[in-house]
């Protein structure tokens, strides 16, 4: 377990991620029901970007640190909710912040410190569970949630050979146990042949109703560096495909580095 997020938070690639999962909770949030959302990599749950670890990659520079100000309209509230936050909110954070008093937040984390900081983040706080275990196993023994209704988030490190396999089988566990709920599963961009290969097994899977929308700082032909990250989601709310449009124009514009082969993609995978 050598992968902390501390290093990479606030990066592009986690704008890309919080700004579909802060639209997504937007849609469970329009309706009265109460929702759940379980975050399977939940991560420390909030980062201070004026740490040493973040300080040494700089990667929220190129991320966050370029939408904080004047934000375009697309990414507003979401960077509202950043700046309001004290600290870089992770994803469990950014979606307690939204949560009304019925809705439900289970996180799992594996690594050691970060699950006890998780612990103690959210210490006495009824509406969150945090659980120190393996995520993929937690789809299986913790879906359908209750209240049954809502999201999953599934993002993994990717430091593991086969993390797109133990992905996309993931997804394919959520989506049977939880039906109609809306799965999320962020992924890395260095090089496409592995992000063809997951789009295949998904395609392949017999899930209906995927959309993948994905951000390229520059052609990934590279694969020692993240030249683009991805989110795919299955059942999106209505009117998901319009809004990841204006998060990725928004994203492109603003955090696009002009080298060739950057720039936004949005595929629908697999109709509804
Ligand atoms: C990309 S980070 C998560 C970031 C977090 N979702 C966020 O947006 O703030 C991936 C996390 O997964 C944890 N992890 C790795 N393997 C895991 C597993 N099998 N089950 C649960 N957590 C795991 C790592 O320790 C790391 O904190």
């Excluded at 990250?229 to 492109?252: K, N």
């Amino acid at each position: 377990m050598n992968y902390r997020h501390a290093y990479h938070a606030g990066g592009f690639s986690d704008c890309l991620k919080q700004a579909v999962l802060f639209w997504l909770l937007g849609a469970l949030l329009k309706k009265p029901r109460p929702f759940s959302m379980l975050d399977t990599h939940a991560g420390a749950g909030g980062y201070d970007l004026a740490a040493p670890e973040a300080v040494r990659t700089g990667e929220w520079q190129g991320g966050i640190g370029r939408l904080m100000d004047d934000p375009p309209v697309p990414l507003a509230a979401y960077v509202a909710l950043v700046r309001a936050a004290g600290c870089f909110p992770g994803s469990c954070l950014l979606a307690r912040s939204v949560m009304r008093p019925a809705d439900r937040l289970v996180c799992c984390e594996l690594h050691p410190e970060d699950s006890a900081a998780l612990k103690r983040r959210f210490a006495g706080d009824r509406q969150v569970a945090v659980h120190h275990r393996d995520g993929y196993a937690a789809l299986k023994a913790l879906l359908p949630p209750d209240p049954r209704r809502g999201l999953v988030l599934i993002d993994p490190p990717y430091e593991e050979p086969g993390e797109f396999s133990r992905v996309a089988a993931g997804l394919e566990t959520a989506y049977a146990r939880f039906r109609g709920g809306v799965l999320a599963a962020w992924y890395p961009i260095k090089h496409r042949a592995p992000v063809r290969d997951f789009h295949i097994a998904l395609c392949e899977s017999g899930m209906r109703d995927i959309v993948a929308a994905e951000f390229f700082l520059r052609e990934p032909t590279d694969p020692t560096r993240l030249n683009g990250a991805g989110m795919v989601v299955i059942h999106p709310p209505f009117e998901f495909e319009p809004a990841a449009r204006a998060i990725l124009d928004s994203l492109s514009e603003r955090l696009g580095t002009g080298e060739p082969g950057g720039g936004a993609a949005l595929v629908r995978l697999v109709d509804e």
